[in-house]
C-alpha cells in the first residue's frame, strides 16, 4: 500500500494548511492517523480517525486548532489546520492503521506514506 501526503508547504503563524492523503483502497476499512516530526524530535502522534469516521482523538497540543476527516470513497484522508504556530512545523505523515479503529499509539499503524513538510513562521 502506498500512501502519498499533499499540501505542505510555508505558512505564517496564525495561518491555515490543509493536508490530504491518497491512503489507497485498502483503507476504508481501517482507522486512518496523522503524525508529525519535529526537527530534532521523534515522531508524534497529531489525529486518528475510525473507518467511518465517526471517532476522532487529538493529540492535546492540537486540540481545537486541527480537525481530521476522511472521504472513503476517494480512500483520502485531511488534515484541517488552523491558528498555526511555529511549534507545528514538521514533517507530517499519514498513516493507515491496523484496525478500524482511531489510535495514537504509532505500533498500531501498518502503512506509511512519505511525509510533506510544514513550515510555520513568526
Known amino acids: 500500500v502506498q500512501l502519498q501526503a499533499f499540501g505542505g508547504g510555508l505558512v505564517q503563524a496564525g495561518g491555515s494548511l490543509r493536508l490530504s492523503c491518497a491512503a489507497g483502497?485498502?483503507?476504508?476499512?481501517?482507522?486512518l492517523g496523522w503524525f508529525r516530526r519535529a526537527p530534532g524530535k521523534e515522531r508524534e502522534f497529531v489525529a486518528g480517525?475510525?473507518?467511518?469516521?465517526?471517532?476522532?482523538n487529538y493529540a492535546d497540543s492540537v486540540k481545537g486548532r486541527f480537525t481530521i476527516s476522511r472521504d472513503n470513497a476517494k480512500n483520502r484522508v485531511y488534515l484541517q489546520m488552523n491558528s498555526m504556530i511555529p511549534d507545528d512545523t514538521a514533517i507530517y505523515y499519514c498513516?493507515?492503521?491496523?484496525?478500524?479503529?482511531?489510535?495514537?499509539?504509532?505500533?498500531?499503524?501498518?502503512?506509511w506514506g512519505q511525509g510533506t513538510l510544514v513550515t510555520v513562521s513568526s
Open positions: 498513516a493507515v492503521a491496523r484496525s478500524s479503529y482511531s489510535s495514537s499509539h504509532q505500533e498500531d499503524y501498518r502503512y
Open positions: 483502497r485498502t483503507s476504508s476499512n481501517n482507522g
Open positions: 480517525i475510525s473507518w467511518r469516521g465517526g471517532n476522532t
